[in-house]
């Protein structure tokens, strides 16, 4: 299959295919892969929005939803689930699309879950590239779902052009919402499963969030009222035209200002940046002379004749040397 002429013919088979591809770690893949990436048409843009936010608070559930709604309005809908892999085994279950039973049925939709593997941030490796193929393949919206994160892992902004953080009802008070990290990257904060008995619940978190967001300062390239707090039932639908409201408004004024286009640009930077970090790990470990040295390096660390930031402060100093 022709992956470069039928992915803007927005061919499923082959942008499956493409992801398959982009995501394999042989050498011969990744050349393939980097070629077709170097072809890929760069006249269209979806509207990239991560989700984030602890595990159990509803993000499939709010996803499949969300999903729905704009499908529903016509929009071609992408979503990247990314699952955590095991430390262990290094498998993963890969189950959000099992979770979205009625979003994989919708022909305007496109499920693709993926590990993690040993990627922190609550991202895939590829994520980007996945993100490319998607849009080159015609999608409108890409939902960009993270693994169930901490304050920390906040590269899913790196990723996305609008960030939402999905909180459950009771999930903190208003010092909890000012604690910096990935609050204070967060565009939306989304109370979800504000239905039944915790609604009244989800009204005052949603408060305590909303007053928290007004204490952090406002970042340039937000309008007046962001970021801001809101509340959803994903269970019932509730709530989210609201969201979505809001995310487009965020999206017009970033895009007006200028600040849309500045933004991905530092995102293809930094994605520069992490392709080249990890690119000069694969040549270290692949350079049989290279591996030489740093097994011996860990041989002394076992020994305990060498501590670890002496090992690594030689090994560098002697690539300085060539």
Known sequence: MDL????????????ARAITLVESTRAQDRDAASELMAQLPHDRQALRIGLSGTPGVGKSTFIESFGLHLTAQGLRVAVLAVDPSSARSG??????K??????????????????????????????REVVRLCEAAGFDVVLIETVGVGQSETMVADISDVFALLMAPAGGDELQGVKRGIMEIADLVIVNKADGDLKAAATRTCADYAGALRLLRKRSGDPVGFPKASMVSALTAHGLDEVWADIKALRDFRQQSGFWQTRRQDQDQRWFDQELH????ELLHSDPKSA?????????????????VRAAAQILASFRKT
Request: zero cysteines; hydrophobic letters at 35%.
């Open 278 to 281: 990890f690119g000069l790990l």
């Open 98 to 127: 099992t979770r979205m039973e009625q979003l994989s049925r919708d022909p305007n939709a496109f499920i693709r879950p993926s590990p993690s593997q040993t990627q922190l941030g609550g991202v895939a490796r590829r994520t």
């Open 292 to 308: 030489r040295i740093v097994e011996e390096a860990r041989e002394a660390i076992h020994q305990g004749t060498r501590t670890p």
């Open 4 to 15: 470069i002429a039928e992915l803007p013919k927005g061919n499923r088979r082959a942008l």
């Open 91 to 96: 498998g993963s279950i890969l189950g959000d």
